[in-house]
């Protein structure tokens, strides 16, 4: 990838001002350490590491490579993106009914409705507390795998609305849209999207180094997660490849994601209704991650932020709405 030295496209008053808002978040305790990349006309203007992406059980200095749980970033970057390709292709209409792909799937939702979180679904299922379900009633009900039960319960499961009638973010809407592609193409999302870790395979089976990646959340055994994604649901019952979290990438990599997708005309992006990106001001389209991290396209000029912050490391605090704000503030004002 093209990358400049960002001094020739970005003023050094904006970069002292994105040092200082970074800077202050660690200060602060809001998070260990960040990498913040800007795009500008699908080239990288700027991009860098601040503070650490580990200060437990060691201290590690993060780096520019550093690999992020992306959280439910990866909603677009995965099954959000792998919908907009199938509707270019004329495999997939959003208008068309969920249950038109999926038999078993109860209501008169679209996928225009999941992709907006507009279907009624409810946001989320206790990951511990359905496993155990799964886990006692597996071989009763002849259940394949978690994921299966996983699925079936989303089908089954009470509407709190009739579709259309209300935006309520639903990580259900995304593992749906997964199980729909997975049918559509007879592929995993991880063979569509290979930046996803799933459980079973081991650490050396990866081409990313586990001390490459940020750690996450430490537990109340005392484990800390890191090469797993943080996502209940999608760790234990989707095992690691799931529509609503699961992708791993670093700042450049997401970079290459956003200048692919800004290059994808508009007419064909909004027929996949925008891989479920959220529409802001200036045309733009955005994303956020529990973890911490943060996409914003504007495809009209090709540029993009991208923040980077393992948030949940080593405990689960802090919010990054101020952050976030003031880092886009800095390179659009």
């Known amino acids: 990838m093209k990358l400049l030295s960002f001094l020739?496209?970005?003023t050094l008053s904006v970069t002292q001002s994105v040092d200082s808002i970074v800077n202050h978040s660690i200060q602060s305790g809001e998070i260990p350490g960040a990498v913040v990349c800007y795009v500008e006309s699908d080239t990288i203007a700027f991009i860098k590491a601040y503070g650490n992406r580990a200060i437990i059980p060691t201290v590690e200095a993060m780096t520019t490579k550093t690999v992020f749980d992306l959280a439910s970033v990866s909603k677009p970057v995965g099954a959000g993106t792998a919908v907009v390709e199938l509707a270019k292709e004329g495999k997939i209409d959003v208008d068309k009914m969920v249950r038109e792909y999926l038999p078993n799937f109860q209501g008169d939702a679209t996928i225009r409705h999941l992709m907006?979180?507009?279907?009624?679904?409810?946001?989320?299922?206790?990951?511990y507390f359905l496993d155990s379900i799964y886990q006692a009633d597996k071989d009763k009900k002849n259940y394949t795998s978690s994921q299966?039960?996983?699925v079936d319960s989303i089908c089954r499961s009470k509407r709190l609305n009739k579709p259309g009638e209300k935006v309520r973010y639903s990580c259900l809407n995304f593992i749906t849209l997964q199980q729909i592609v997975e049918t559509i193409t007879g592929k995993s999302l991880a063979t569509i999207c290979p930046y996803y870790r799933p459980v079973e395979m081991q650490p050396e089976q990866f081409t990313t180094p586990l001390?490459?990646?940020?750690?996450?959340?430490?537990?109340k055994d005392g484990t800390i997660i890191r090469g797993q994604v943080h996502d209940p649901m999608a760790r234990i019952l989707m095992k690691g490849v799931s529509g609503n979290a699961g992708v791993f990438m670093n700042a450049e990599q997401l970079a290459?994601?956003?200048i692919y997708f800004m290059s994808i005309p508009a007419q064909q992006r909004e027929a996949g209704c925008n891989a479920g990106l959220w529409k802001g001001e200036n045309n733009s389209l955005s994303h956020s991650g529990y973890t911490g991290t943060y996409v914003r396209l504007y495809p009209d000029t090709h540029d993009a932020i991208i923040i980077l912050a393992n948030?949940?490391?080593?405990?689960?605090?802090?919010?990054?709405?101020?952050?976030?704000e003031s880092i886009i503030e800095a390179f659009r004002k």
């Open 8 to 10: 020739l496209s970005i």
């Open 116 to 127: 907006n979180h507009t279907s009624g679904l409810i946001p989320y299922f206790n990951a």
């Open 148 to 150: 299966a039960y996983l």
């Open 211 to 219: 001390e490459q990646i940020a750690p996450t959340e430490k537990l």
């Open 256 to 258: 290459e994601w956003c």
């Open 311 to 324: 948030r949940v490391h080593p405990e689960d605090k802090g919010n990054l709405n101020d952050l976030r």
